[in-house]
């Protein structure tokens, strides 16, 4: 639905590779995520059972999986007592009709937002300007982007693509007061002042959620600037989009599990405001929405229970891509979804099919660094590297890889011949080499466009150790 | 078959991998004098050739189960299997017991194997307690932690503690030592552009070291390494950390004349 | 069938081990006792000093005063004002201990978006993280603790708990209310590289004042 976005235009290749060019992108890059792997890591250095709790993070939010139709039931049964109302929608389409649906019936002319990436999964923003609802992004990153025209290009920093320089000129240029700004705290003052009537003037505020308890029928949102509370309480009514995977069974699980998504997030302890909603405004209150409404998306939720189950403890902190090397080099507009990084890589297949997507588990060296920082221990590169078997299987792989492997295959499990290729090709090879080195392989152009490859020996080592060469 | 019999040592089948084989026996024969030096009896099964990690990683599970069942059939005899890489071993030790999920009975053999298969390094100081003796080299080094071998099978300490048995060499700390360096196996083909972005990052964090070696135990990654300083112009020499260990680091990757 | 039938069916196809509900419960209450068993130990044994600790380090960045009693609030109101250059004049959470003192020449005034000074009443405090509660209701407006420039919060100290695990057995068969904040510090933001900047649409300082 994006794909006409300029950031997003073009194929995978082509995006990375405008990407890798953008001297100004990396900058942005390297400061953000930099920032947030050393917090993470003090965060972590001082909690000396960090693995431990990220297995008991990864058994809560499983346990809770492993009930879901129970759970699920039983947040219907008490958000319905206090007073929420609830809409189920199987796919994106069905969730922002839902949405706009509410809006209509309130006839609302403009709604605040707080960052939910549900909301940019399922194209929230594109429908409600279909729906003619003027939308107001209230986190600050979100505000950037809506300013810049982009989407966002991370789950946790939306605007990390984005350098306090770009973010001076946007703000000068959009802002009432136009004031060039050189200093991050006054450019967060500038965003204050630009969005507070919007608050208060709002006729709906949509938020996400990060959890929905079960035992209460609460929603929890977690911010750091307070925009959340905002958003969701002077209006008259407040919509929830959520996915359904955000189910836990108690309040306790939810705060034990923000624990450790917020150490992992951001560095902090907690973030400063964690909230739990529960329901409309009740009597003698003076302030709270006087309609709640809930969206629960399933958009292949399910499909995910039976594909790849432990994604759906996803709790969207961004560790993984803050620590991934592709993520780093390319930045979120290079994946072409919601999601970017690992975990995107992992869950955009789903939403958009795999063959259009499937540079997305392939663009991955399989390190590790995402599965090993991971508050809920998602095997990531398992869940990539099943996304290949299928695009295997599927037939989406060319020719050429599908040959090249089968050869490799063929001559490998026939000792004997694998031996006498062998015997014929690296003197051949050897023969390209100078100095030592080959500076063009034939047959991986893609190695030596910058690097070089060095030239193999005359004879192998099982050769030498047949004609009984000791050491 | 090739044998060198130490009387009680167990024995050890050297999965020479395929890597080493073709482009750089003398990790090979570095882990041959490092697997004897520590009491055991090496074997190098000669119809060994690749363990399918190739494959595995590109989703072609039919070739990969091919290549796994021959090293499952050429190696299950033996008392351990030692590969001097940490992606082959894990290839081997975590990944296939998964690839014959379907099969039971192939099943229950990888298992068997994944129980016994090591990384050199790791098996030298946690099977074997090993510690090189008389080998010293005067130079500085810098030691990358390969993301297989550091995720999939713990190798640390290890590399680090055999290393420090070298008389003369000095350890100096690499920034982003647990990085991956953007080898990736085909990724660095397939995506050059992306693996490139990722190893200059890592160039520049090995040359600022300052060191005059950078080593490491997969041999993937070094030449990716390797590759990428040679091109830069930068003079760092990159080995295994067991030819240093064994004392045959004589020609870095690149070195041997034509 | 209705997408919420659709839903359920898939879920439950989906999820063929489902147990019942007493080990549902029993399971759930063992997995937050196994958290329980990691967590990191608090830096003091005292849960205020603790508190305090949590609340005033630089990540979280708030400012305390403790106080003998309820008495020797308006002072340290006016007091805040005067340091902080800015005028008598507070928006006083309606609750019924703040509106019993003796306000003297701070002027109560009523909440507006760009109201400089709220004072409010924590229900609790959460130790392990430098945590304020509090719990919506008629003597607790959400947006007191969001529209100031400055919020300032009384605290008792014998609310403070050790932990979250110990304010979910406090509230354990209590009904909840429509809104639980959990307040750590002032608003702030990172999404500008990742630098931490204050005020961002909440109150950029946060005083603490510890009734003791
Ligand atoms: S996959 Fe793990 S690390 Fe990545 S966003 Fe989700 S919870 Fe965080």
Redesign the pocket.
Known sequence: MNADRGELAGTFKERARKALGDAHLRVALDRTTGNARTKRAAAVAAWPDFDRARAAAAAIKDHALQNFPYYLEQFERNALASGARLHWARDAKEACAAVIKICRETRAKTVTRSKSMLGEEIGLPHALAEAGVRRVETDLAEHIIQLAGETPSH?IWPAAHRTREDVSKLFEKHHRDHLLLTEVEAMVDSARRELRDDFFSADVGISGANFLVAETGAICTITNEGNAELTTTPPRVHIVTAGIEKIVATTEHALQLTRVLVR?ATGADLTQYTTFHCGPKRAGDLDGPEEFHIVLVDHGRTQMLEDMPEML?????????NHCVVYRKIGGHAYGGAYPG??GSAITPVFDGLEPSRDLPHACTLNGH?KQ????D?P?PTILRDWRAKSYRQGFESRAVRLGLALWAFIASKPALYRAALAVALPLLRRRGKDGWISALPFAPGWTESRDFPAPPEKTFLARIASGEEA | MVQNVHPGGPRVGLFATCLVDMLRPNIGFSALELLRAAGCTVEIPKTQTCCGQPAYNSGDDASARKLARQVIEIFEGFDYLVAPSGSCAATIRVHYPDLFRAEPAMRARAEKLSAKTWELLSFLVDVRGFAPTGVSCKASATYHDTCSGLRELGIKTQPRALLSAIEGLEMRALEGEETCCGFGGTFCVKYSEISDAIVTEKAENVVATGADLLLGGDLGCLLNMAGKLRRAGAPIRVFHAAELLAGRAIHAIGEEKP | MSAHDILFAALRRLCPDEEVPDAIAARAGALARAMQACLPPLEFPDLVENFVARVTAEKVGATVEVLAGWEHLPDAVARYALAQGLEQEVALQPDPRLLALDWGFVRDVPLKSDTMIAVGVARGGIAETGSLLFHSGPDAPTLYGFMPLHHIVALETRTIVARFEDYTAQEQGKPHPRNVNFITGASGTTDIEGVLARGAHGPRRLHILLIG
Do not use: E, K, N, W
Request: aromatic share 0%; with cysteine.
């Open positions: 789950i992992s403890r996803c709790l969207r902190c961004g560790a993984c891509l690992p975990m995402c920082v991971c508050p809920v998602i990531l």
